[in-house]
């Protein structure tokens, strides 16, 4: 089992910026990627990125040069640095690892609004 704790949402303005956490605890030893989803209102699930324990990553086309993500191993942590937000980022963010099966955080909720 693997639990996930995610941290850092809140209201921002367009073009701010805002850092989510996601700390990872339990069987750590499994995980391979972990990354972020997101859910806007009526909308599917998307992934956003992720990242590897090599440190290989992935962005939605979207958010490529705006969102960074990154995996402190030794903190057992994923960040993820969302530059230039603008409104259509509105959404929760779930953290999620793949360790075997897939786990996934409570959810952050992200506001973009003026």
């Known amino acids: 089992q693997v639990q996930l704790v995610e941290s850092g949402g809140g209201l921002v303005q367009p073009g701010g910026s805002l850092r989510l956490s996601c700390a990872a605890s339990?069987?750590?030893?499994?995980?391979?990627?972990m990354g972020w989803y997101r859910q806007a209102p009526g909308k599917q699930r998307e992934l956003v990125a992720g990242?590897?324990?090599?440190?290989?990553?992935n962005y939605v086309d979207s958010v490529k040069g705006r969102f960074t993500i990154s995996r402190d191993n030794a903190k057992n942590t994923v960040y993820l640095r969302m530059n230039s937000l603008k409104p259509e980022d509105t959404a929760v963010y779930y953290c999620?690892?793949?360790?075997?099966?897939?786990?996934w955080g409570q959810g952050t909720q992200v506001t973009v609004s003026s």
């Open positions: 990242i590897t324990s090599g440190g290989r990553t």
């Open positions: 339990g069987s750590i030893f499994s995980i391979n990627t």
């Open positions: 999620y690892a793949a360790a075997g099966s897939q786990y």
